[in-house]
């Protein structure tokens, strides 16, 4: 039950993962923020790993992507259902 | 992109997760909240599913019990570490 110092935080994975899968689905930061309900600025920020997001935005978010809550936070070059 | 009605919600699937990845590891819901850095009642109202945790806080979870973000939040029977 040691910390990992040296894994990327969650945040980092998320906000790479939102991008990466935004680039393959080909949607704009402004069209899933609009999916997800959410506001485009609060969605720059935690693709920037800046925001200490909830579940339920998460949820939301991975919702709007239609890919799972862990499959967005999933570390790695995961595969990315089209 | 269409929403899921029928998938569990994102906080019920942690709350499963929590309390399996406890019971696999034999470890107290006060032990984890002490290694997580939380409250004993706050890890209890998560693994109700009445909390709308925060990643930062997740990743504090997830690290105390050894597993990823991605894990703890995976749906259905997911290979449990030991």
Redesign the interface.
């Known amino acids: ?4 110092k040296n ?1 990327p ?3 980092s ?2 906000a790479r993962n939102l991008r990466r899968f935004r680039a393959v ?1 080909a949607v704009s930061q402004e069209a899933l923020a609009d ?1 997800a309900g959410l506001h485009r600025t609060y969605l720059g920020s935690v693709e920037r790993g800046e925001r ?5 935005n ?2 939301r978010l ?5 890919v ?4 967005l ?3 790695g070059k995961n595969e990315i259902p089209s």
Chains 1, 2 share one sequence.
């Not at 039950?1 to 990992?4: E, F, G, L, P, V």
């Open positions: 039950m040691a910390r990992s894994r935080a969650a945040r994975i998320l689905k999916l200490n997001v909830s579940i339920d998460i949820e991975a919702e709007a992507l239609g799972t809550v862990s499959e936070l999933k570390e």
